[in-house]
């Protein structure tokens, strides 16, 4: 078993460390992490598409368990082994499977909608504070050209070039 250990050149990073993580505030926190997310193509729109996904996810396991306990707890009243007090609440704890399906139909309204207006946000603002070529603000424009805002000229390089030539013939 041997010992890993860095060469002489490399130098320890202080700012790599689990204690530097700790000191910094909650804007540089939350920074790091989003360059993090970056580096890792974690974009808007894919964390967008993922509470999309669990909010589906969600809803689908509402009703499910909506559906196991109507038939499970009609099963434990059919068998008639309860008093009939008891039957009437065991006959509606399927009810408790709408919390899942709900919190999921949220998920899935808020990706659709809500996030997708956050997405828009910080995109703008990304391509903002980068200076982007892509975001529409800050894209530099020039002009189109238009050849008609010249001032025409009088002279050219090759014009009356010849008539100095001539009179130097006159003078010979």
């Known amino acids: 078993m041997f010992v890993q250990t860095r060469g002489s050149d490399e130098q320890f990073d202080w700012g790599k460390t689990w204690v530097a993580e700790m000191m910094l505030s909650e804007t540089e926190r939350k920074k790091r992490l989003a360059e993090i997310e970056r580096e890792r193509g974690i974009t808007p729109e894919v964390k967008r598409y993922n509470e999309i ?7 689908c396991v509402g009703i499910s368990l909506m559906i196991f306990l109507n038939v499970l707890m009609a099963g ?11 039957n009437e609440i065991l006959i509606r704890v399927w009810i408790v499977g709408v919390i899942p399906f709900f919190v999921g139909l949220a998920l899935i309204i808020n990706g659709l909608f809500v996030s997708k207006r956050l997405a828009k946000v910080l995109r703008d603002a990304e391509a903002k504070e980068t200076g982007s070529l892509d975001a529409p603000a800050a894209r530099p424009a020039l002009r189109p050209a238009d050849m008609t805002e010249f001032i025409p000229t009088n002279f050219s390089v090759t014009e009356e070039t010849t008539k100095h030539l001539s009179d130097s013939r006159r003078n010979s």
Request: hydrophobic share 35%; charged share 10%.
């Open 53 to 59: 996904k669990a909010g589906v996810i969600t809803s």
């Open 76 to 86: 434990i009243v059919a068998s008639g082994q309860n008093p009939p007090g008891d």
